[in-house]
């Protein structure tokens, strides 16, 4: 199974396919216009598909850029 | 890893009136028109813990960080018979956040409808115009079903309704058609026929229509009587219809339709009138049939004592918005014709849970008169050839829409478009 790191840009790109792949590492809630709340409900419906993950509500909160989502699904991996 | 988040999703209260100025004042600051539609009308309904035996009840849901509110969303709390068995459900009316005007408040949205949905399972948005709306997709994306519900039209007077009818005026060759068949005479002709079609399909007995002023306990025994043929249904008791129709609501004409040998009750129905503000209709005078119930039965009886009323007041089209078989059927039978609905619903995933997999919206009775879809019919519209007067008094009538492209789409930031109905006091 490739990286976490990978399928998180995967991910990311389904739902900013505006965003180059080289960019993805750098996207955040701040600069980048099109993440809205309809992005962000898409984004982590594929994150929970993609990880197997049930993210609560609470945690929304840590989904507002690659790099603090990257650590929010290693951690919830346990890595 | 959780950790608290910085929203907090609650019922407002009487102390949150000046937030919802200021949300209102930031949303207006960063250029957008849309309100948290409130009204001072309705403060004791809609902040003041109802009566749980009310029939039909608002709440406005809030999202707040610190002591500011983000989101705000209308709840119109109502009782749905599933099978004869009641279960509170709410419309979803006017869903707003601070994310159209600040992104780093999308989530606020989110949170909300989430919450929302996780306090009051049964939710349904209805009157939504378009799938490829940013609410439609919002919610689908959280696992919303989505059905339209089926759009019929009675043109009364033919020549003029292919004349003014802006869905026919925008395509040009039903442009070109509907001026060859005005200037022909086909027009006169069909129209001719369409009336012979509907004298024909008259009820026998013809029934006795009364314009009443509200709902008697006839209406409850109608509700008992006919709650078998619905398998769902909100609840269309007394109470219930004259908190949804009150009689001090001049839009309405309540009509009670009853079999003139017996005297039994067949059933109701309610109808406007009025010159739509819009581009759809064009100067038609616009009847609707707005919300009935009966056994299925006689629901012919009702479609036939609605049509007679708003022919006979002068009405140059009727619409109607049904999901139950019985009342598509009964208007076809009637001569009403099939449109082009982008009249949706949208339901939580245990509101559509309640019908099953291989069922449609017809498991529902959901009428144009459902949620607010009678907000474009304005008060004062019974008043022949008169304008509409907006009102806000009531919360509901806010501004005029389009009629069947209804911006409860609103929201979700760039998403959460707000509603343009959602004018506050």
């Given at each position: 199974m490739p990286p976490t790191h990978d399928r998180l840009v995967k991910c990311?790109?389904?739902?900013?396919?505006?965003?180059?792949?080289?960019?993805?590492?750098?996207?955040?809630?701040?600069?980048?216009?099109?993440?809205?709340?309809?992005?962000?409900v898409n984004l982590i419906a594929l994150i929970e598909?993609?990880?197997?993950?049930?993210?609560?509500?609470d945690d929304y909160e840590h989904m507002n850029s690659f790099e603090n989502i990257y650590v929010y699904v290693k951690q919830r991996e346990g890595g | 890893m959780s950790s608290k988040s910085r929203f907090r999703v609650r019922l407002a209260t009487n102390t949150d009136i000046e937030r919802i100025k200021r949300f209102d004042a930031?949303?207006?600051?960063?250029?957008?028109?849309?309100?948290v539609s409130y009204s001072r009308a309705l403060l004791a309904e809609t902040f003041d813990e109802p009566d749980p035996d009310l029939p039909v009840f608002f709440r406005l849901m809030v999202t707040e960080e610190g002591d500011e509110i983000r989101a705000a969303a209308l709840l119109f709390h109502q009782q749905l018979f599933v099978r004869g068995k009641p279960r509170r459900?709410?419309?979803?009316?006017?869903?707003i956040s601070e994310g159209l005007v600040e992104r780093s408040y999308s989530l606020a949205i989110v949170h909300l409808v989430k919450e929302t949905t996780r306090r009051y399972p049964l939710l349904i948005s209805l009157g939504v115009g378009s799938l490829d709306s940013s609410w439609a997709r919002f919610v689908g994306a959280l696992g919303w079903k989505s059905a339209s519900v089926p759009f019929f039209f009675y043109p009364v007077r033919f020549s003029r309704v292919l004349?003014?009818?802006?869905?026919?005026?925008?395509?040009?060759?039903?442009?070109?058609?509907?001026?060859?068949?005005?200037?022909s005479g086909a027009a006169c002709l069909l129209g001719g026929l369409?009336?012979?079609?509907?004298?024909?399909?008259?009820?026998?007995?013809?029934?006795?229509?009364a314009d009443v002023e509200n709902f008697g306990p006839w209406a409850d025994t109608v509700f008992r009587a006919a709650l078998?043929?619905?398998?769902?249904?909100?609840?269309?008791?007394?109470a219930a219809l004259n908190a949804l129709y009150p009689k001090?609501?001049?839009?309405?004409?309540?009509?009670?339709?009853?079999?003139?040998?017996?005297?039994?009750?067949?059933?109701?129905?309610?109808?406007?009138?009025?010159?739509?503000?819009?581009?759809?209709?064009?100067?038609?005078?616009?009847?609707?049939?707005?919300?009935?119930?009966?056994?299925?039965e006689n629901v012919p009886a009702l479609v036939w004592a609605g049509v007679q009323n708003l022919i006979g007041r002068g009405a140059e089209i009727i619409v109607s918005n049904w999901s139950h078989p019985a009342w598509i059927n009964g208007s076809r039978r009637h001569g009403f014709l099939p449109g082009p609905s982008n009249y949706f619903s949208l339901m939580s995933p245990e509101a559509a849970g309640l019908v099953p997999p291989t069922a449609d919206i017809g498991q529902f009775h959901i009428a144009r008169g459902d949620s607010d879809g009678l907000n474009i019919f304005q008060a004062g519209a019974r008043r022949p050839g008169g304008q509409p007067t907006p009102t806000t008094s009531d919360g509901l009538a806010d501004q005029p829409r389009l009629p069947h492209s209804r911006p409860q789409d609103l929201h979700t930031d760039h998403a959460v478009r707000a509603a343009s109905q959602g004018s506050s006091d």
């Open positions: 990311f790109r389904s739902v900013f396919p505006v965003v180059a792949a080289d960019e993805v590492p750098r996207a955040s809630l701040a600069n980048t216009p099109t993440w809205d709340s309809l992005a962000s598909d993609e990880f197997a993950l049930d993210i609560p509500l | 930031r949303l207006s600051a960063g250029g957008r028109t849309e309100r459900f709410s419309y979803v009316q006017m869903p004349s003014a009818l802006e869905y026919l005026n925008q395509r040009p060759w039903l442009r070109r058609g509907a001026r060859l068949s005005t200037r369409h009336r012979a079609y509907f004298r024909l399909h008259r009820p026998s007995p013809t029934p006795d229509v078998r043929d619905y398998p769902i249904t909100g609840r269309r008791d007394s001090d609501d001049p839009r309405f004409s309540r009509l009670r339709v009853r079999c003139p040998k017996t005297g039994r009750d067949l059933g109701w129905i309610i109808v406007c009138l009025s010159r739509l503000p819009g581009k759809y209709f064009g100067d038609l005078m616009v009847g609707a049939l707005a919300d009935g119930f009966g056994e299925t």
